[in-house]
């Protein structure tokens, strides 16, 4: 029996020993078999759902590091816990003020924690630049799991599926480069002609925002002279104060997870000149050209 076949029975038994609980009930209990870290107060605040890690026979059933899910290599308990922040709670609840952490728990939690522990004094990971943080961090089998949370969650959420169960297995019966399409396409409006990927500095600029958001609710933030030191990318990619987080951190940052996303979703290359600050698209780009090889 294959990890994810093991994996999926186990939930599937959760599923059926509790008929009454959401999907959403259900997924925030799962996280309780991944990992301690994942049922931390900030999980809690996130989701809206408090679990205690559970220390039973089944204690880190669902912490599988590598499994294949859709084709590739997945950290499928970050993948659960990333589904707890993606999944509806039912009716108007304490998670609807929360939701916005959705991206926070996953990819751009991912990407901005790999800058703040780059750019912290106190941090101990042993690295030379933010971009051998973010190959250390923000890994792929991270960034399926994100992408996998998402594109699950987006399915029992518009109710095209009911069982967490059979969400898995709808998602893993498609290619990961179409999983990956399916992403772009809802969670930022990407627009892809054939396999262009139209307005790629529109996609740059949604996954900057959010990454210079997580950063600000992170201790890190505390050492930022002003949001300047978030938003406004410099003319020069050189100019920048390297002893704090800044806005080429979370540029290499976004750059980092588009290239997953030509690379697996099989999309051209791109070249575009990024937006200076991110949503403000009106304030026009940079000098400079981006090239991501496809």
Do not use: C
């Amino acid at each position: 029996m294959s990890k994810l076949q093991e994996a999926l029975e186990f939930i599937e038994k959760i599923e059926r020993d509790n008929p009454g609980k959401s999907a959403y009930e259900i997924v925030n209990h799962l996280r309780g078999y991944t990992k301690k870290a994942y049922t931390s107060r900030l999980w809690s605040t996130a989701t809206g759902y408090h679990q205690e890690y559970i220390r039973d026979e089944f204690e880190g059933k669902l912490n599988i590091n590598e499994l294949v899910l859709s084709g590739e290599i997945t950290d499928f308990g970050h993948f659960i816990g990333s589904l707890s922040d993606q999944i509806d709670q039912p009716g108007f609840q304490w998670s609807d003020f929360t939701s916005w952490t959705g991206d926070h728990t996953s990819w751009a939690g991912d990407i901005g924690s790999a800058i703040v522990a780059y750019r912290d004094p106190n941090d101990n990971i042993d690295v030379n630049s933010v971009e051998e943080a973010l190959d250390r961090l923000a890994r792929d089998s991270d960034y399926t799991a994100d992408i996998a949370a998402y594109v699950v969650g987006e399915m029992i959420n518009s109710r095209k599926q009911s069982s967490i169960t059979q969400a898995i297995y709808q998602y893993n019966s498609k290619s990961y480069s179409e999983n990956v399409r399916t992403f772009i396409k809802k969670r930022f409006g990407a627009v892809i002609e054939e396999d262009k990927l139209k307005n790629p500095a529109g996609l740059d600029s949604k996954m900057r925002s959010a990454i210079s958001t997580y950063i600000q609710f992170s201790s890190a933030y505390e050492s930022l002279k002003s949001l300047k030191d978030l938003a406004k990318l410099p003319l020069n990619l050189g100019s920048e104060d390297n002893s704090i987080p800044n806005s080429v951190d979370i540029f290499k940052g976004s750059q980092h997870f588009i290239k997953h996303i030509v690379k697996y979703g099989n999309l051209d290359g791109l070249l575009f000149k990024p937006y200076q600050i991110p949503g403000m698209s009106w304030l026009g780009t940079v000098n400079y050209e981006v090239r991501v090889p496809g």
